[in-house]
């Protein structure tokens, strides 16, 4: 495989579960990234992953924890969601120098109900 | 910080008409700035990017983007449009400053409509 995946493509969850997303990158990059696309809004930058640290936190509610075990691979798992944490979850991944592009997966639409 | 703005959130062209899909950008410093296009329930793709090496950006699909620094500007074209050009755009600028530098600030994203 080759790029960014993600799975699953399509998830539907209750308020009370868990469920987890998984971003994987064959790329080589050091730096990842999650994204979240709401209807008629910009895209919002979550977390940002650098050599497996987390930089960056925009102030992302706790249900949602990220988990980056390696450079590789990005996971973000979701308990106690609410409806309007429905979503396109996209992760990227990127090398860490001015003026490097973010490489997309097809993203995650998840639901909640 | 830098942020990016595009210039109407809806645009509908004929196919054979020019497309022109407008961003201006606020920045501190010469700012490196990128085009996606994204298709329905898909993530985003590279079209295009510039990084000050030459003001006329070629992409991928026939587009390009020139970068005014006079105007700010980073404006998208294309001499004429196709039907599968139909998608969201989105102009996007890399961040200058804080831990990554690969991290992007988007604009809000034009969808571009194309008319038999």
């Known amino acids: 495989e080759t790029g960014v995946t993600q799975t699953p493509r399509h998830l539907v969850m209750g308020m009370t579960n868990k469920k987890s997303l998984k971003c994987e990158q064959h790329l080589g990059h050091n730096a990842m990234y999650w994204y979240k696309q709401s209807a008629k809004k910009p895209l919002e930058l979550m977390f940002v992953y650098n050599f497996k640290e987390q930089t960056e936190n925009n102030s992302v509610p706790s249900r949602f924890s990220p988990e980056c075990p390696n450079s590789s691979h990005l996971f973000l798992h979701l308990h106690t969601l609410q409806p309007e944490d429905s979503a396109l979850y996209l992760c990227a991944s990127s090398q860490d120098y001015r003026g490097s592009e973010a490489f997309f997966g097809q993203g995650t639409r998840l639901t909640v109900v | 910080a830098q942020s990016v703005t595009q210039l109407g959130s809806h645009v509908s062209v004929s196919e054979g008409a020019l497309v022109l899909l407008r961003c201006n950008y606020s920045s501190s410093v010469p700012p490196y700035l990128f085009w996606y296009v994204q298709y329905p329930n898909q993530g985003l793709q590279l079209l295009l990017k510039y990084t000050s090496a030459a003001t006329l950006v070629k992409g991928i699909n026939g587009f390009e983007a020139e970068f005014k620094k006079s105007e700010t500007s980073f404006h998208l074209t294309k001499p004429s449009a196709h039907m599968s050009d139909a998608a969201e755009y989105f102009c996007?600028?890399?961040?200058?400053?804080?831990?990554?530098?690969?991290?992007?600030?988007f604009g809000q994203g034009t969808i571009l409509t194309v008319h038999p």
């Open positions: 996007a600028v890399s961040d200058i400053s804080g831990t990554s530098y690969g991290k992007l600030t």
